[in-house]
């Protein structure tokens, strides 16, 4: 006969196997999304030109408790005009999910490139804060949410890379001309006189 301290521990065993349970379709939902979601570039297979797509991160996850992720596009640059097109271009995130992910592409350009205003090194991209931009061949600075991801290819051939701190100070001073003041430059430990 089991006391009061023995049927709580069996039904603490109980409750921890059953959360371990549901923690594997879980993770198999959880992994699926993640992995499918976000801006892709494809080669569309019928205009063979570059398109922007996202997949249904949300029917790839509930699906892929059915024996695997179904993909299909949630949205792309090329509709609604060719909405009812086969969505052969799946086939191309299919074999490589991560190559053709928008942040991928960029983060691959940015890898050894240096700010072309200060030389700082850009390293590692860090997507949620201070992300670099681009410098155009005119001179403007480019945030990504200016970026069309259908011509991301094309900018990158013909931008620069640029570091957050300069995107910021160029952009400022580009709009408020009025409100910047342009100091000599002065030798590291000169003092200013007063």
């Not at 890379?161 to 100070?169: E, F, M, Q, S």
Request: glycine share 6%; charged share 25%.
């Amino acid at each position: 006969m089991k006391t009061g301290k023995g049927r709580a521990m069996s039904a603490l065993l109980l409750l921890a196997l059953v959360a371990i349970l549901a923690l594997i379709p879980l993770t198999l939902i959880a992994r699926a999304y993640f992995i499918v979601r976000g801006a892709r570039l494809v080669t569309c297979p019928e205009t063979k030109q570059p398109a922007a797509v996202e997949v249904d991160a949300t029917r790839a996850a509930v699906t892929a408790l059915l024996g695997g992720p179904a993909l299909r596009l949630r949205d792309c640059s090329r509709w609604p005009g060719r909405e009812g097109c086969g969505q052969e271009c799946l086939r191309e995130i299919e074999a490589a999910p991560a190559d053709c992910l928008v942040r991928t592409i960029l983060t691959r350009w940015y890898e050894g490139k240096f700010c072309v205003s200060c030389g700082r090194d850009l390293g590692r991209v860090d997507w949620r804060e201070h992300k670099p931009a681009l410098l155009s061949p005119e001179g403007k600075t480019v945030d990504w949410h200016e970026v069309v991801p259908e011509n991301l290819r094309e900018m990158l051939s013909t931008h620069m890379p640029i570091c957050w701190d300069c995107h910021v100070a160029r952009t400022f001073r580009r709009l408020y001309p009025e409100l910047v003041v342009d100091r000599p430059w002065h030798a590291t430990g000169a003092r200013l006189k007063h």
